[in-house]
């Protein structure tokens, strides 16, 4: 089955205690891309990946870190999570550039 | 900037018709996207405009007017599992992001 698959999908943990969220697609799609979203904010932009190795920040990339290491893993990092970035976030991932998304199942955090 | 508008909450009754409009005001466009998500839940595309007119898929369909920064949604004979929030979503003009709106909390009773 065609997916996106993102680890863990519940989260609870402690301020500055790094933490990385997977996220993995079968469809051998070129973008990825990850997402915040807050109630009364929408979904917002952190980081995307055009393909291997090549990434670049979205609107709101400060105090996360992504790679692209292998066409189907973009996993992302909080290096010193903090209150503010509790959260649900989903990745997603598309054929091309320009095309639409299709998104993982998200992941729920809590930063305490 | 980026600027994309939908109501934030709209009721509708089961058997109905019900449309969400969007207005947008971007630095570019390459297309405009509906998805539908459950509380909760990831988004799932409904509909892809990049051509002013109407594109009809079953109970859904949705228009587009560029020269307006415009765009509806139409959900036909609404069903309560309909419920949900509707996202409408620019992608921009060097096509890597989908620009968000809000959403539009539509609630269906019987």
């Known amino acids: 089955e065609a997916q996106v698959t993102q680890n863990p999908r519940y989260l609870i943990t402690v301020t500055g205690k790094k933490l990385t969220v997977t996220c993995s697609q079968n469809m051998n799609h070129e973008y990825m891309s990850w997402y915040r979203q807050d109630p009364g904010l929408g979904l917002r932009q952190i980081y995307y990946s055009m393909n291997v190795e090549v990434t670049d920040k979205g609107d709101v990339p400060e105090g996360y870190k992504v790679s692209r290491k292998e066409k189907r893993n973009f996993p992302l990092i909080l290096e010193s999570p903090s209150p503010n970035q509790t959260s649900l976030y989903f990745c997603?991932?598309?054929?091309?550039?320009?095309?639409?998304?299709?998104f993982g199942s998200g992941t729920r955090l809590t930063v305490v | 900037g980026q600027n994309i508008d939908q109501p934030t909450e709209m009721t509708a009754t089961e058997g109905a018709i019900v449309q969400i409009n969007c207005t947008y005001q971007t630095s570019g466009f390459n297309g405009l996207f509906w998805y539908q998500q459950h509380a909760g839940e990831a988004p799932t595309f409904l509909s892809y405009?990049?051509?002013?007119g109407l594109e009809e898929k079953g109970r859904f369909s949705s228009f587009l007017s560029r020269s307006k920064g415009y765009s509806y949604l139409l959900l036909k004979e609404l069903q309560m599992k309909d419920s949900a929030s509707y996202l409408c979503?620019?992608?921009?003009?060097?096509?890597?992001?989908?620009?968000f709106g809000k959403g539009t909390t539509l609630s269906v009773s019987s």
């Open positions: 979503a620019v992608m921009d003009q060097a096509g890597t992001a989908l620009i």
């Open positions: 405009n990049v051509l002013d």
């Open positions: 997603a991932s598309s054929p091309s550039v320009g095309s639409g998304y299709t």
